[in-house]
């Protein structure tokens, strides 16, 4: 749980860096709780913590049940007065284990950026001008970026957004050349959830196109 909550705090330090002012404002609230030492205030932020982590969609509703047990052991384990008289709270080893995993493949193996605010990044790293229109000059720049560890679904929506620009707004030139090679790396870079995007709207959104703009 000290793991997830360190975890969480830095995430929300990257984000405030990256321009993200509801982050800023809680990372002055971090700031101002530590330097008057207010532990009541302390106590509060790290109860509302996952419920904050969801805000920023750095955590899933699954995933934020998985990490709340986590939080609620670690609460049996330090505060006797939660469990009976005579009861010692004993997790087992498995538990144990169940725990270290959910932290880490929900939360501490993830980049700050999900959900979305990463898919409003990557959708305007794409519109710039310097984004590469060469396929492996693309994989490179998404690769340093949310889509270096993502959640499936951060794949699916932007893999979702890409279509629609290329079939629904009938982008052309440099522009199309864009999306195509950023929509081209995603497939190499992940495939099964590429292929789960395609097979789900690729021709769900082809058929809402008029014939003469069947050529997009």
């Given amino acids: 749980w000290v793991a997830v ?7 929300l330090r990257e984000l405030a860096i990256s ?10 609230e971090l700031k101002t709780m530590h330097n008057s030492n207010d532990l009541k205030k302390s106590l509060k932020f790290e109860r509302e913590l996952l419920d904050r982590a969801k805000q920023y969609e750095l955590i899933s509703d699954i995933e934020y049940i998985d990490l709340k047990r986590i939080q609620e052991d670690r609460n049996r384990c330090a505060h006797p007065s939660l469990v009976g008289e005579e009861d010692v709270y004993l997790p087992s080893a498995e538990l144990a284990r169940q725990h270290i995993h959910a932290a880490v493949i929900h939360l501490l193996r993830h980049p700050p950026a999900q959900g979305r605010y990463a898919l409003e990044r990557l959708v305007k790293d794409v519109e710039s001008d310097y984004f590469p229109i060469d396929e492996k000059q693309a994989i490179a720049w998404l690769q340093s970026g949310p889509l270096a560890k993502p959640r499936d679904s951060l794949v699916r929506n ?34 099964e959830q590429y292929r789960q995007a395609m097979a789900s709207k690729a021709a769900e959104l082809a058929r809402t196109v008029e014939d003469e703009n069947l050529i997009f």
């Fill in 158 to 191: 932007y893999v979702v957004i890409l279509l629609k620009k290329l079939i629904i707004e009938k982008q052309k030139g440099n522009t199309r050349a864009r999306s195509c090679a950023a929509l081209v790396a995603i497939s190499h870079m992940h495939l």
């Fill in 19 to 28: 321009g993200d002012k509801n982050a800023s404002a809680d990372v002055e």
């Fill in 5 to 11: 909550c360190f975890d969480y705090m830095d995430k």
